[in-house]
């Protein structure tokens, strides 16, 4: 059974306890307060030099990194990763543009107004920051005006992948009123089957996120 | 016959130039000048909204976009993106590490050095970006320090994707020497059968990147 290493209220880590939900695979979650240096340790630069969740480890010891490399691993020879060789990469290309375009700004924006202080410098980043995931989630729109999932020609892993920041998406300031077809994508996630969300933010982050910026 | 939309001296649009020279396959090359605003045109943004390169066109009109996942596409079935379905995912993790770890600060420190002007406020972010930029160089060195390639038992799409902004990383400003493993790897990937490196950036973007910062 593999190991799941991951901070519950991050969305990278989540992509994993959702697909292996949805997939019916029994795993081990190890929570890792990435937010809290837990990341850092000796021991667990050991495992992950890059420092940081998610990471899944075999019963043999042998470890893996990055939330969508993962998600492609455990989606191998499922209908979550289907289709042919174009297909399969065009999923790929939506899990890059995700990684690139969309999580160092929905998520980010979301981490600052929930997870610094309220005094944070870091805090000035955030118009730029609401920017930018603007223009990702417009490319998004556009796409599901068109298209009812990311993976081709149902649910799959590069659903999973944009899934995760774009449902939270209003706790990093972002209100998702000017993209309809991504407020009826979401619902169509959350229904389906095997679905688990998010756990609520932890009560401190939960009343940084309820302020204004 | 695929055509390829690409500024030459983009790591990531060359990383499908070295690639295809290597695999032996034929292509065109339509040069899109994307510091000069040509991705950004209504004809360009029809084809990718996300208004970046690489991107390839088949005969057929399709598309695809974002550069390792072109790579995966173009390697399919050949030994540059070989293994088992864990091998061929880490060497997925080692791609998302390139995007999100090495390229967001090695790629654009390189870029602000170079095309952008000598008195613009983007300067001002060099330091952090030559930070983040030796983490990443930092993790690549010591994983060639156990492994001589990204991709495996062989030289592959994962260390194309890394190569390609590590090979001018100097350009960045990021002095390669405390990397002896990387600099050893960078002169094994120059070895390799039917290697094209990057053209030199343009006589202007040279100059800049020729002054201290």
């Not at 972002?174 to 095997?194: C, E, M, N, S």
Request: negative net charge; glycine residues 8%.
């Amino acid at each position: 059974m593999i190991t799941v290493y991951g901070y519950s209220n991050s969305g990278n880590c989540h992509k994993l306890r959702l697909l292996l939900t949805q997939l019916g695979r029994e795993f081990n979650w190890v929570e890792v307060d990435s937010t809290g240096g837990q990341t850092r340790t000796a021991e667990y630069l050991a495992k992950n030099p890059n420092g940081k969740v998610p990471m899944i480890e075999a019963d043999d010891g042998r470890i893996m990194t990055e939330s969508n490399a993962i998600l492609c691993w455990l989606a191998e020879g499922t209908a979550f990763w289907a289709g042919d060789a174009w297909q399969r990469a065009q999923v790929l290309s939506w899990m890059f543009f995700e990684q690139y375009s969309h999580e160092p700004f929905v998520a980010v924006a979301r981490f600052i107004r929930g997870w610094t202080p309220l005094g944070s410098p870091r805090r000035a980043d955030l118009p730029k920051l609401q920017e930018r995931g603007h223009q990702a989630l417009a490319v998004m729109e556009q796409h599901l005006k068109q298209h009812p999932w990311f993976s081709g020609e149902a649910y799959g892993i590069a659903d999973i992948a944009l899934f995760a920041y774009t449902d939270v998406a209003d706790e990093g300031g972002f209100d998702l009123a000017p993209y309809p077809a991504i407020r009826d994508w979401l619902q169509r996630v959350h229904k389906t089957p095997g679905f688990v969300a998010m756990p609520p933010p932890p009560v401190e982050a939960a009343s940084r996120i309820a302020l204004p910026d």
